[in-house]
């Protein structure tokens, strides 16, 4: 009798126990799905998202905008094609430094995460390159060097030789006159022509460009923005003198092997 007294206590007390335990979980879980999420401009025209009050700067907190889960509000998007109608217009939004420019990206390769932009070359061929502020030059590959005819007349290319992981590659180093990433516009460009590149764009472009630039990323909206580094337009093609003495004695050294 006691044995089917304590089995029948013990069976109501753990359903009612898992049946509280749920109950705790849905109070305790509630909360955060019906949390609140600010919005906020800066004055960059950038927007930031918090999912507290005391995360947004205290000088925007009177504009934030609350929004609530399960209100009809995207995040994160990819913007309409007329968000950037116009690309290369010049926004003066930043304050200090030199003009700034607004160009939108394609949001990312894949698993790597990357950012791709449209490039135009030499006034004449638009390509999609990879940013990669890692990359201290521009690498583009033969199909695009192919568009833009620099393989028909080779006296401005140098064979090298590049090492990476998987070993030695050999490679062609040249000049792209002018590049081009909305207004933002760099000439003598130093390059790379390689054979492996991924088939999701056809180059990267790195900080002999991006260099003379400070860079925002708005990854909500999908657009960075340069802000040209104040000072650059006095400098010769917007360079500085250890670019130029860098540049100029890396390829007197492939001459001086061309001659052996």
């Known amino acids: 009798m006691w044995g089917f007294f304590y089995n029948s206590l013990f069976r109501l007390f753990t359903g009612n126990y898992s049946l509280l335990l749920l109950l705790a979980l849905l ?38 905008n609350s929004i609530k889960f399960g209100d009809n509000h995207n995040i994160g998007n990819t913007p309409q094609n007329d968000d950037f109608s116009n690309t290369d217009e010049l926004i003066n939004t930043l304050v200090g430094g030199g003009e700034v420019y607004k160009i939108p990206f394609t949001p990312f390769e894949g698993s790597a995460r990357r950012i791709i932009i449209p490039v135009t070359i030499n006034n004449d061929v638009t390509a999609q390159l990879a940013l990669d502020t890692g990359s201290p030059g521009m690498i583009i590959s033969q199909s695009l060097a192919k568009k833009l005819g620099l393989y028909e007349n080779d006296s401005g290319l140098l064979l090298s030789v590049a090492s990476g992981i998987g070993g030695q590659v050999n490679v062609m180093r040249t000049i792209i006159d002018e590049v081009a990433i909305g207004g933002a516009t760099e000439n003598f460009v130093p390059a790379i022509i390689t054979s492996s590149m991924s088939e999701a764009f056809e180059g990267l472009i790195g900080m002999d460009f991006m260099g003379n630039y400070s860079i925002s990323i708005d990854n909500v909206n999908n657009y960075i923005v340069l802000q040209e580094n104040p000072g650059n337009s006095d400098l010769p093609a917007g360079h500085s003198e250890n670019w130029w003495r860098r540049s100029f004695a890396e390829f007197r050294a492939f001459q001086q092997e061309w001659k052996k």
């Open 27 to 64: 109070i305790w879980v509630n909360p955060v799905f019906a949390q609140n999420i600010y919005e906020w401009t800066d004055e960059n025209g950038v927007k930031h998202y918090s999912n507290t009050e005391a995360g947004v700067p205290e000088q925007y907190r009177k504009e934030s």
